[in-house]
């Protein structure tokens, strides 16, 4: 597992709701209120905190979306910074479900 | 327009159910004056009938889920339920009469990440609060209730239901909600009993008295747009809907039955007996509400009004037609504006007769 490794897992403060293929989301801790486009949606759907954001850009986005692996991977991780700024998701080091079994 | 704005015409325009009122239960530790709820228990939904609703409703595309009742906390597996149904990532807003709150549920109502709790407060004095809700010592207990909530963080809103015992008391209580740091809301709508009873209407301040709140810069934003006189309607008001009842808003009683909206007594299934995604696509009744324009409205369509007014038409069905006059919006509009509807003249009214609906949300299917 390469050192840089992150796990982003959706903040428990959150609701959110697809809506004609984008993702609606709220955080009742501050009511800030966003619409996700597709890739963003994909990301943050496949936020589990078990899977490094690296696999989810590979398997989710490249896959999906014709996109250059390097500037997805840059782009995930800009939006996911975006989106641990306002609370949205929770950015770890280490997998949440590790944490958890130990 | 905002983006929750946005969202909202865009669930409209591809039918999604993104807002639902869910009342939990219809019992009340509160005998409000004004209440228009039969109090009993006629067969309210298990718990696990809630969640499968709820499951449903998550499926359904809906985000904004509001629980009310009756007082919610009634039910000793209310937080139960909001556990569930912030787990299934609703917008979840509560609204009680928080006489049952203390510190332990305000934390956990925190915890849980509810976005907005409505409270009924009637009156900044003790006495007036209490003989309305005719429970004693009830104003001290919501207003502790509140305290506790704002200090979790949450946001708070004071609904102010005003009726003729506490008609000059607006002023009063939102000051309160000034000192207590909370929202405050205003509401002069007075429904009749479920059983049909009117005598509730009584209680309704006269028609007379709605100026001096309409045009009171306190209570009401954006006075001279307000107030003004209406614009003749344009072919996009005419071409348009009255509101989102029924094309992105319902409401579902305690024992599973589906209106349009709470204001909107027409059945148009049951969840006990029907997928609500069945209902809510395939009921003949809710695909006739939703076919209404404004155009197709009998009287309204022709009214200089139907550019701006509020509309109920739920209140309108109440009143024999879903396609007729709401006479409790005309009233609004007329004396909003001081220029008479469409409905009004054509009964050579100088003023709105004000008249009674006769049906309410009841229970479809009564056990035996």
């Not at chain 1, 989810?56 to 999906?64: F, G, H, Y």
């Not at chain 2, 008249?355 to 309410?360: G, K, M, Y």
Request: proline share 6%; net charge negative.
């Amino acid at each position: 597992m390469p050192e840089n490794c992150i796990y982003i897992t959706r903040s428990s403060a959150i609701a959110a709701r697809a809506l004609g293929g984008e993702m609606m989301v709220m955080n009742s801790a501050n009511s800030t209120f966003f619409t996700l486009n597709e890739v963003a949606t994909a990301i943050f759907q496949a936020a589990d905190g078990s899977t490094p954001l690296q696999e989810i850009v590979r398997d989710r986005i490249c896959q999906q979306f014709d996109v250059d692996p390097d500037q997805a991977q840059a782009d995930a991780e800009q939006f996911v910074s975006e989106l641990c700024g306002h609370g949205v998701l929770v950015v770890s080091s280490r997998p949440s479900v590790a944490e958890s079994r130990s | 327009m905002s983006l929750v704005s946005e969202v909202g015409q865009r669930a409209f325009d591809l039918g999604v159910p993104i807002a639902v009122h869910l009342d939990v239960t219809y019992r009340c530790n509160e005998r409000c004056v004004h209440c228009y709820l039969d109090h009993d228990d006629h067969g309210e939904m298990t718990t696990a009938e809630i969640k499968g609703v709820l499951d449903q409703l998550a499926e359904a595309g809906v985000f904004f889920l509001t629980f009310s009742g009756g007082e919610v906390f009634m039910r000793r597996d209310f937080m139960e339920l909001v556990e569930y149904a912030r787990r299934l990532m609703f917008v979840v807003k509560i609204k009680t009469n928080a006489v049952m709150i203390h510190e332990e549920e305000a934390r956990r109502i925190r915890e849980l990440g509810v976005d907005t709790i409505q409270i009924s407060v009637y009156s900044h004095r003790p006495e007036v609060h209490d003989a309305i809700t005719k429970l004693p010592h009830s104003f001290e207990r919501t207003v502790r209730a509140i305290r506790f909530l704002h200090d979790q963080g949450l946001r708070v809103t004071i609904a102010n239901v005003l009726m003729t015992a506490n008609s000059a008391d607006h002023k009063g209580v939102q000051e309160l909600a000034d000192e207590l740091g909370v929202h405050y809301t205003l509401d002069p709508t007075i429904t009749p009993m479920m059983d049909g009873d009117t005598s509730v209407l009584s209680l309704r301040i006269p028609g007379e008295e709605l100026p001096e709140i309409f045009h009171n810069p306190a209570l009401v934003d954006n006075q001279d747009d307000y107030c003004a006189p209406p614009k003749p309607p344009s072919k996009e008001d005419l071409e348009g809907y009255s509101c989102s009842a029924g094309h992105a808003f319902c409401y579902i009683s305690p024992y599973g039955d589906v209106f349009p909206c709470v204001q909107f007594p027409l059945p148009t299934g049951n969840v006990r007996q029907q997928k609500f995604l069945d209902i809510w696509n395939f009921s003949p009744q809710m695909n006739e509400v939703r076919s209404i324009k404004v155009k197709d409205l009998a009287v309204c369509s022709s009214c200089s009004h139907a550019g701006t007014c509020s509309r109920c038409p739920g209140l309108a069905y109440m009143e024999g037609s879903m396609r007729g006059p709401s006479t409790a919006d005309c009233e609004k509009s007329f004396y909003r504006t001081g220029v008479p509807t469409a409905n009004m003249l054509r009964h050579g009214l100088s003023k709105p007769r004000t008249t009674v609906p006769l049906i309410q949300i009841r229970p479809v299917a009564v056990p035996a």
